[in-house]
């Protein structure tokens, strides 16, 4: 069964300092790895996914992402933080191509320092 | 463009009461998810439907039935509400297995005293 482990509950940045979420994952075939956003009182909303194309996914918004499979990990970057980027950001796991369900870490809640 | 419509979007209950959620989307996707949100806890999924006509229990199913009532719909009971229950609900629809993408409704906020 897949599973994604977040590190870090919460992170604080600087606006322009460089955003980082980490996601690591297990999954007993090649995975599909998805990113979302959730800002305050909404629905999750998909940054980018990866579906065993490119490694290095880019999203919406600047974010971007690269597939490790040695490191099992599917991180999250932002180069420079924006205040409009303050929300929690959740990785998901899909386990292979006839998987209906997809499984969530725990979530990242970033904030955005003026 | 509606995607994912949940209804209500607030909710309070007393201990023992029953309630439905509901849920419809306009995208024709097969699959939809009924998921529950709690602080540190992430998405949890309670029930799915891969397809009309079926479906299965996720992490937290114990205190909720669900019904796909046609391709659109697809709804989450509670028949006995518990505070454990109070949480924000969650629908989303899916149109591919694996790749693809899950679309989520705006929430339903279900509070049981």
């Known amino acids: 069964a897949q599973s994604v482990t977040q590190l870090g509950s919460h992170v604080s940045v600087s606006e322009g300092a460089l955003v980082l979420l980490r996601c690591n994952y297990s999954?007993?075939?090649?995975?599909?790895l998805f990113w979302y956003v959730q800002y305050p009182n909404q629905g999750l909303q998909l940054l980018l996914k990866?579906?065993?194309?490119?490694?290095l996914v880019k999203g919406i918004n600047g974010f971007e992402a690269e597939f490790k499979k040695s490191e099992t990990s599917f991180h999250l970057t932002k180069p420079s933080a924006h205040m409009s980027d303050a929300a929690e950001y959740f990785c998901a796991v899909s386990d292979g191509a006839n998987d209906y369900k997809l499984s969530f870490g725990a979530g990242t809640t970033v904030t955005v320092r003026a | 463009n509606a995607g994912v419509t949940q209804t209500p979007k607030f909710q309070v209950l007393k201990t023992g009461q029953s309630m439905t959620l509901q849920c419809a989307q306009d995208?024709?996707?097969?699959?939809m998810y009924w998921y529950r949100q709690d602080p540190g806890m992430g998405l949890r999924l309670i029930y799915y439907?891969?397809?009309?006509?079926?479906?299965d229990k996720g992490e937290v199913p114990n205190g909720y039935n669900v019904s796909r009532l046609n391709k659109r719909e697809f709804s989450l009971r509670l028949e006995s509400a518990a505070p454990s229950q109070t949480s924000v609900y969650f629908c989303?629809?899916?149109?591919?297995?694996?790749?693809?993408?899950?679309?989520f409704g705006e929430g339903s906020r279900l509070t049981v005293l």
């Open positions: 439907s891969a397809s009309e006509g079926t479906t």
């Open positions: 990866y579906t065993s194309a490119a490694t």
């Open positions: 995208m024709n996707h097969n699959s």
């Open positions: 999954s007993s075939v090649p995975p599909y």
């Open positions: 989303a629809s899916r149109g591919l297995a694996g790749t693809g993408e899950l679309f």
